[in-house]
């Protein structure tokens, strides 16, 4: 039997075309969709008119359909907690995209409903499945760089303007950008140094995209593309901005984990090149990468020499498949977390200590730097995950 998909949000230009684009057809077919935004349902229905697919006013009545049982957030960060509530509250098996939730207590409240109910979650960390973050976990786990004990992370996004042309560039919709982008960073650090952020400390601010001319009026609509074009240069001149912008356009984060290592991640939105950058460094070595989606390189130095001259090159290739091969895998660990109770690379827990660590990084940030302590989970929380959702 197919398991039946409810598309929470219908833009196919966006998340929602990601599951169009890679759901296993032979296991799952959408059955219903809904969008608070009636010409973005018509679109979708326009777009499949030969499927028998429940058109949805809001989110209630999905849920109310017997033939979902699954279904996929895919709508504004602001919108997540609510709607992942509610569809937990239904007995829905959630894929809830990243950001968990704008919040340390929000992502709590998802947990303890996932419990309680023992309804299904899964969230959407799909830089768990990337070829060059799986090489280097691979490496790190072999023990040839020993025992890790500092990372280092850059994040240069040359595309960053993209951010300030619409909700994102506002706290009020999305918290701030450590959520939005930099949750995959902070997710991956947590899994390859094996342990979560305890205490952080943060600066940041809005330095570049504050002061660009010809903004957006209010409820005028963005053009999401252009900053994507190469004539998108330079920062200072880039127009159709949103009116408004309060979040920041950089930003540097340090993390204490709960199991000694200690981390930085800086992220830029106005570089002219667009990279991740992780250094992971142990008592026997360090390894880099070169290049993250596609094509790409693991270096990794465990004898003393030149920089130049990594002992160990892995060469990597991209996979099929949006988001460097991302996409497709991430669906299919999904499905296969519904319907035969495989745990999945994804962590729930580590989801909440991702949105956590931004969350307290951004109000460092705005609070004049202060170190601020991460709340743990609870314990029957942890465990309750730890044993891929089953109750004890």
Not at 53 to 61: F, L, S, T
Not at 138 to 149: F, L, M, N, R, Y
Not at 242 to 268: F, I, K, R
Not at 347 to 366: D, K
């Amino acid at each position: 039997m197919k398991t039946g998909i409810g598309l929470i949000g219908a833009n196919l230009n966006l998340r929602a075309g990601m599951v169009e684009a890679n759901y296993p057809r032979d296991i799952a077919e959408i059955r219903a969709v809904c969008d608070r935004d009636p010409a973005m349902l018509e679109l979708y229905r326009k777009s499949h008119p030969e499927e028998k697919i429940h058109y949805c006013a809001n989110v209630r009545e999905l849920l109310a359909d017997f033939a979902v049982d699954a279904v996929f957030i895919m709508v504004r960060d602001q919108y997540h907690e609510e709607i992942a509530l509610a569809a937990l509250e239904a007995g829905k098996a959630v894929y809830l995209e990243k950001p968990m939730a704008l919040s340390v207590e929000g992502c709590d409240r998802i947990l303890a409903t996932a419990c309680r109910t023992g309804s299904r979650l899964f969230v959407g960390h799909n830089m768990r499945y990337l070829a060059s973050v799986l090489k280097m976990k691979e490496i790190i786990d072999s023990g040839a760089v020993g025992e890790i004990q500092c990372v280092w992370v850059r994040h240069f996004i040359s595309y960053g303007s993209c951010y300030f042309r619409h909700w994102c560039a506002r706290r009020e919709t999305c918290n701030g950008l450590l959520l939005q982008k930099g949750s995959h960073d902070i997710d991956v650090i947590h899994w390859l140094a094996g342990g979560y952020a305890a205490r952080v400390a943060a600066m940041g601010k809005l330095s570049v995209y504050n002061r660009n001319p010809d903004r957006l009026k209010e409820g005028e609509a963005p053009d999401r593309k252009a900053s994507f074009r190469g004539d998108c240069w330079p920062p200072l001149e880039i127009k159709g901005l949103a009116p408004d912008p309060d979040v920041e356009d950089h930003s540097m984060l340090l993390m204490q984990l709960d199991n000694g290592v200690q981390a930085s991640y800086e992220q830029c939105m106005y570089t002219p090149d667009s990279e991740r950058n992780y250094t992971f460094i142990g008592t026997r070595g360090r390894i880099e990468n070169i290049g993250d989606f596609g094509d790409c390189q693991i270096h990794v130095w465990n004898r003393r020499g030149e920089r130049k001259s990594p002992d160990i090159v892995y060469h990597l290739k991209g996979g099929d498949g949006g988001h460097g091969g991302t996409d497709p895998a991430i669906l299919r660990d999904f499905f296969a977390f519904v319907r035969e109770g495989k745990i999945p690379n994804v962590s729930p827990v580590a989801a909440r200590y991702a949105v956590a660590a931004g969350c307290l990084g951004h109000q460092s940030m705005r609070s004049g730097n202060i170190p601020l302590d991460v709340p743990p989970v609870k314990p029957e929380l942890l465990e309750y995950f730890r044993n891929g959702q089953k109750k004890t």
